[in-house]
Nanobody
Framework: QVQFVESGGGLVQAGGSLRLSCAASGRTFSNYAMGWFRQAPGKEREFVAAIDGSGRNTWYAGSRKGRFTISRDNAKNTVYLRMNSLKPEDTAVYYC??????????????????WGQGTQVTVSS
């Protein structure tokens, strides 16, 4: 069982930056791939980024690559999402998730077993 505490969301102006954190409990954190997803009002949950258990390999949804950076610190049981050049359309609730997910499935939210509670990111224009 893995549980998460997310933090770092908030209100930021367009062009600004935020760093989201997702701290996990449990001793097997490094066994899991980690993903960030987001859900805006009235929209489906969508993939943002993912990182494998070692932290050496990362994946991004096309439109976020270059602005967002996912990383993890297995010693701290924490995964991060650094978001730069934020746009109003990035406004959403952001969720971290963990699972034993194959690389070709990382964008599929149904493949993840454990989810954080979500943190709100609001980008004003």
């Amino acid at each position: 069982q893995v549980q998460f505490v997310e933090s770092g969301g908030g209100l930021v102006q367009a062009g600004g930056s935020l760093r989201l954190s997702c701290a996990a409990s449990g001793r097997t954190f490094s066994n899991y791939a980690m993903g960030w997803f987001r859900q805006a009002p009235g929209k489906e949950r969508e993939f943002v980024a993912a990182i494998d258990g070692s932290g050496r390999n990362t994946w991004y949804a096309g439109s976020r690559k270059g602005r967002f950076t996912i990383s993890r610190d297995n010693a701290k049981n924490t995964v991060y999402l650094r978001m730069n050049s934020l746009k109003p359309e990035d406004t959403a609730v952001y969720y971290c998730a963990a699972g034993s997910v194959l690389p070709h499935e990382l964008g599929n939210s149904r493949r993840y077993d454990y989810w954080g509670q979500g943190t709100q990111v609001t980008v004003s224009s």
